[in-house]
């Protein structure tokens, strides 16, 4: 994309495509007669709402750059798998040729998209309770499962140490580099992380797993939970699913559920607060340097990455 008037390239972040414009698309792709469509949410990804005369779906237009179209592909392959297994889900929409992912072209570069059913329902909302948290515990118990039947025809994402800590730790520690006390306690907490995973990792639960548990992405419907968006979705230790909620007060209620259906090892309970810091890490590279890319430096003040600094000066402080 050039620049007006000065003959250079302009490199573009992210682009947010017009509705007016992705109907043509849906059309297209899906054979869909659509009627409406409107941006839901633009952050990391794109979502809109298609209204169509056969319902309504959303649409999910990745960011360029973040995940492949391959490895979206084993994302939809996945929830495509868990459907069929009847784990309530967003069931994915198949492109009028039969595959699950197309690609729009976009002036930062290619953009994978996909299309799945509305889910009708709301997100649960506060006072919890631990009935709520027993069927969460159960609903993912029952994603775990039906992962250990799933073949993918083509690579995803794996969860290996080198991604999931070392990586992020990398791009944290530069970030604090003007901040030395911060720097070290989330150095020496990453570390003892590090150890006590490598320490346990031979007899934890591995398989697909969904990557974001949190009540944010489930869905009260009049049949039960449905659980979505699955775009962090890859092969790792089952546990770090169990991370979130295991920082709540309803962990008691979500372990039982979860254990009504699959067992919960030893080691994957020893190891629970390891993987949180692994993934307190992540989300402080998310925080501190992938978000202001797009989003601004202002954004470093909306407070969570201080949150994320926070637990983990409390790990290093009741651990360490």
């Known amino acids: 994309m050039r620049s007006a008037g000065y003959g250079g390239v302009t490199a573009v972040l992210r682009s947010v495509f017009a509705p007016d414009a992705l109907r043509v698309v849906v059309e297209e792709a899906y054979g869909l ?22 319902g309504r779906h959303v649409l999910k237009i990745y960011c360029h750059g973040r995940r492949s179209n391959a490895e979206v592909a084993w994302e939809l392959e996945f929830v495509a798998h868990l459907a069929a297994a009847g784990v309530p889900v ?7 040729g039969g595959q699950l992912v197309g690609e729009l072209a976009a ?19 506060e006072p919890f309770d631990g009935t709520l948290h027993r069927d969460f515990g159960r609903l993912v118990a029952r994603l775990h499962t039906a992962g250990d039947s ?18 992020p730790l990398a791009a944290v520690l530069s970030a604090l580099r003007d901040q030395p006390e911060t720097r070290d306690v989330v150095r020496r907490v990453a570390a003892r992380a590090r150890r006590q995973i490598v320490e346990h990792a031979d007899g934890l639960d591995r398989g697909p797993c ?19 968006d699955f775009d962090l979705a890859g092969d790792g230790w089952r546990a770090s699913d169990l991370t979130g909620v295991r920082a709540t007060p309803f962990w008691d209620a979500f372990a039982a559920g979860y ?62």
Request: charge should be negative.
């Open 33 to 54: 007669v659509v009627e409406g469509c409107m941006l839901l949410r633009s952050f990391v990804n794109d979502v809109y709402e298609v209204r169509s005369v056969g």
């Open 90 to 96: 967003a069931r994915i929409v198949p492109l009028v």
């Open 107 to 125: 002036p930062e570069g290619p953009r994978p998209f996909a299309l799945s059913e509305h889910v009708d329902g709301c997100k649960p909302e």
């Open 150 to 167: 799933f073949r993918a025809v083509r690579p995803g994402r794996g969860f290996i140490l080198e991604r999931m800590l070392d990586e």
């Open 210 to 228: 969904h990557g974001d548990v949190s009540l944010d992405n489930i869905r009260l419907t009049s049949g039960g939970l449905v659980i979505y």
């Open 259 to 320: 254990t009504e259906v699959r067992p919960l090892g030893p080691r994957d309970l020893a190891v629970l607060p390891w993987l949180a810091v692994a993934g307190t890490v992540a989300n402080l590279r998310f925080h501190l340097v992938d978000k202001p890319r797009f989003r601004g430096t202002e954004s470093v003040d909306e407070g969570w990455a201080a949150r994320e600094l926070a637990s983990l000066q409390a790990i290093a402080d009741d651990l360490i």
